[in-house]
C-alpha cells in the first residue's frame, strides 16, 4: 500500500492536531478550511462564511472558529476565497499624499479596520491631481477589488459618482449623494469658526489667516468658516491678513514671512492645518517673535505632532483615525448589502500654550531691529 501522503491529516490529526516537532515544516499553507471547520465542529460552509463577514452564528461557534485558526495557524487564501465569492477581498484606497502626517492616520484607521474583516487594503497616491486620481481608480479597477474609498480628493462629483455605478464607493471631505456611493464629510466651517472665536474672545482682533488650497473643499470652508466668526464679531475680513497657502509646512513658512514683511499689524495667526502653522512657528522664531508672547498660533487636525511641540499647538481635533475607521466601516456594510448610516463627531478645540490674550494694543508683533533675520 502506497504511503500517504505527508500533507493529508488523518481523522485523528484534525481532531486532535498533534503539535508539530521541533523543525518541522509547519508553513500555514498545509492547514485546510476542512481542518478548520473539524477541529471547530462545524461545516466548512460556515467557517467560510464567517471569514467573508456573512455569517449569522452564535458567539460560542464563531469563538470556536476562531480559536481553531488561531491553533492551527490558518492563513486564509484570499484568491481562493474572492472566487469562491465573486470578491478579490480587497479595496482600493486612493489618498492624496501617503508621507502626508493626515492622511497617514487616516490609512492606519482603513488598514486596522479591513484587516480585521479579511480585507487587504491596496493604497495609491492621487497627489492632488483629478487625471492622476482618474489613473489610479483606473489602476484599481484593473486590480478587480470590490470597492474604493477615496480620501478627499479633486476628482469631481460626477466622476465619483460615474465610479459608484460600477463597484462601491466611499468618498470623504466632501458633501455628495449618489447610489452605491457613500460621502463621510467633517464640519471644518465649524470648526474654523471654533478657532477664530477663541482668538476673538481672548482679544485678538488684528488676526492673520493661511488659507489651504482654495481648489480643495476643506480649504474654502475653513477660510468661510474664519470670515464668518470674524463678522459675528463686527470685524470685517482683510484682504492683507489672508495669505495663500497649500497646506505644506513650507507655505506656512512662506506666508508667516509675507506677513511679517508687509508691516501688517496682527496679534495671531491661524493656519488652516498644523502643518502650514508648524511652517509658520519657524517663521515666527527666525525673526525672534515668541509663540504665544508676541504672536498667538492657532492650527487644524490635531495630528500627532500638535502636542508635542514648543509650545505645544491649539488646534482644531480632526478625528483623522477614526475617519479611517468609518470610511472603512462603510464599504464593509455596502458590500454587505447595507446603507451606512455614520457620521463624523463634531469638531472639537484643543486650548493649549500656544495662545493667549495680546500683551499690548499695538497690535503688531515687535522684534529688536539690530538683530538680523536667520534664515
Given at each position: 500500500m502506497p504511503e500517504e501522503p505527508e500533507n493529508v491529516a488523518s481523522k485523528d490529526s484534525i481532531t486532535r492536531p498533534r503539535r508539530p516537532r521541533r523543525g518541522a515544516d509547519t508553513a500555514p499553507g498545509k492547514v485546510t478550511l476542512d481542518m478548520v471547520a473539524a477541529a471547530a465542529g462545524v461545516s466548512a460552509a460556515t467557517v467560510s462564511r464567517i471569514l467573508n463577514g456573512t455569517a449569522m452564528v452564535s458567539d460560542d461557534k464563531r469563538a470556536a472558529v476562531d480559536e481553531a485558526i488561531a491553533r492551527l495557524g490558518f492563513v486564509p487564501n484570499p484568491v481562493a476565497r474572492g472566487l469562491a465569492g465573486g470578491r478579490t477581498l480587497s479595496i482600493g484606497v486612493v489618498t492624496q499624499a501617503i508621507d502626508s502626517p493626515f492622511y497617514g492616520g487616516a490609512l492606519r484607521g482603513i488598514e486596522d479596520t479591513l484587516t480585521a474583516a479579511g480585507y487587504s487594503p491596496l493604497f495609491v497616491s492621487g497627489q492632488w491631481s483629478a487625471a492622476h486620481e482618474a489613473r489610479c481608480i483606473d489602476t484599481l479597477r484593473g486590480r478587480r477589488v470590490d470597492g474604493i474609498i477615496v480620501l478627499t480628493g479633486r476628482l469631481s462629483?460626477?466622476?465619483?459618482?460615474?465610479?459608484?455605478?460600477?463597484?462601491?464607493?466611499v468618498v470623504t471631505g466632501r458633501s455628495l449623494r449618489a447610489p452605491g456611493l457613500v460621502a463621510l464629510d467633517f464640519d471644518n466651517f465649524q470648526g474654523a469658526r471654533l478657532a477664530t472665536q477663541h482668538l476673538l474672545a481672548l482679544g485678538h482682533r488684528r488676526i492673520g489667516f493661511i488659507c489651504g488650497d482654495?481648489?480643495?473643499?476643506?480649504?474654502k470652508e475653513r477660510l468661510r468658516g474664519h470670515r464668518s466668526a470674524l463678522a459675528d464679531a463686527g470685524i470685517r475680513a482683510e484682504p492683507a491678513l489672508e495669505l495663500p497657502g497649500n497646506f505644506t509646512e513650507a507655505s506656512g513658512l512662506a506666508a508667516a514671512e509675507r506677513l511679517i514683511d508687509s508691516g501688517e499689524a496682527f496679534t495671531a495667526l491661524f493656519a488652516s492645518n498644523d502643518q502650514m502653522a508648524f511652517g509658520a512657528a519657524l517663521a515666527l522664531h527666525r525673526r525672534r517673535l515668541r509663540v504665544p508672547d508676541d504672536v498667538s498660533l492657532v492650527g487644524f487636525d490635531d495630528v500627532a505632532g500638535s502636542v508635542y511641540c514648543v509650545p505645544p499647538l491649539t488646534t482644531v481635533h480632526h478625528p483623522v483615525h477614526e475617519l479611517g475607521e468609518l470610511a472603512a466601516r462603510a464599504m464593509l456594510q455596502l458590500l454587505a448589502g447595507e446603507m451606512p448610516t455614520l457620521a463624523l463627531p463634531a469638531p472639537r478645540l484643543m486650548v493649549r500654550e500656544s495662545t493667549r490674550e495680546p500683551r499690548s494694543p499695538r497690535a503688531r508683533p515687535q522684534r529688536d531691529p539690530a538683530a538680523p533675520f536667520p534664515r
Amino acid at each position: 500500500m502506497p504511503e500517504e501522503p505527508e500533507n493529508v491529516a488523518s481523522k485523528d490529526s484534525i481532531t486532535r492536531p498533534r503539535r508539530p516537532r521541533r523543525g518541522a515544516d509547519t508553513a500555514p499553507g498545509k492547514v485546510t478550511l476542512d481542518m478548520v471547520a473539524a477541529a471547530a465542529g462545524v461545516s466548512a460552509a460556515t467557517v467560510s462564511r464567517i471569514l467573508n463577514g456573512t455569517a449569522m452564528v452564535s458567539d460560542d461557534k464563531r469563538a470556536a472558529v476562531d480559536e481553531a485558526i488561531a491553533r492551527l495557524g490558518f492563513v486564509p487564501n484570499p484568491v481562493a476565497r474572492g472566487l469562491a465569492g465573486g470578491r478579490t477581498l480587497s479595496i482600493g484606497v486612493v489618498t492624496q499624499a501617503i508621507d502626508s502626517p493626515f492622511y497617514g492616520g487616516a490609512l492606519r484607521g482603513i488598514e486596522d479596520t479591513l484587516t480585521a474583516a479579511g480585507y487587504s487594503p491596496l493604497f495609491v497616491s492621487g497627489q492632488w491631481s483629478a487625471a492622476h486620481e482618474a489613473r489610479c481608480i483606473d489602476t484599481l479597477r484593473g486590480r478587480r477589488v470590490d470597492g474604493i474609498i477615496v480620501l478627499t480628493g479633486r476628482l469631481s462629483d460626477a466622476a465619483l459618482a460615474a465610479t459608484a455605478r460600477e463597484l462601491p464607493v466611499v468618498v470623504t471631505g466632501r458633501s455628495l449623494r449618489a447610489p452605491g456611493l457613500v460621502a463621510l464629510d467633517f464640519d471644518n466651517f465649524q470648526g474654523a469658526r471654533l478657532a477664530t472665536q477663541h482668538l476673538l474672545a481672548l482679544g485678538h482682533r488684528r488676526i492673520g489667516f493661511i488659507c489651504g488650497d482654495l481648489k480643495h473643499p476643506d480649504g474654502k470652508e475653513r477660510l468661510r468658516g474664519h470670515r464668518s466668526a470674524l463678522a459675528d464679531a463686527g470685524i470685517r475680513a482683510e484682504p492683507a491678513l489672508e495669505l495663500p497657502g497649500n497646506f505644506t509646512e513650507a507655505s506656512g513658512l512662506a506666508a508667516a514671512e509675507r506677513l511679517i514683511d508687509s508691516g501688517e499689524a496682527f496679534t495671531a495667526l491661524f493656519a488652516s492645518n498644523d502643518q502650514m502653522a508648524f511652517g509658520a512657528a519657524l517663521a515666527l522664531h527666525r525673526r525672534r517673535l515668541r509663540v504665544p508672547d508676541d504672536v498667538s498660533l492657532v492650527g487644524f487636525d490635531d495630528v500627532a505632532g500638535s502636542v508635542y511641540c514648543v509650545p505645544p499647538l491649539t488646534t482644531v481635533h480632526h478625528p483623522v483615525h477614526e475617519l479611517g475607521e468609518l470610511a472603512a466601516r462603510a464599504m464593509l456594510q455596502l458590500l454587505a448589502g447595507e446603507m451606512p448610516t455614520l457620521a463624523l463627531p463634531a469638531p472639537r478645540l484643543m486650548v493649549r500654550e500656544s495662545t493667549r490674550e495680546p500683551r499690548s494694543p499695538r497690535a503688531r508683533p515687535q522684534r529688536d531691529p539690530a538683530a538680523p533675520f536667520p534664515r
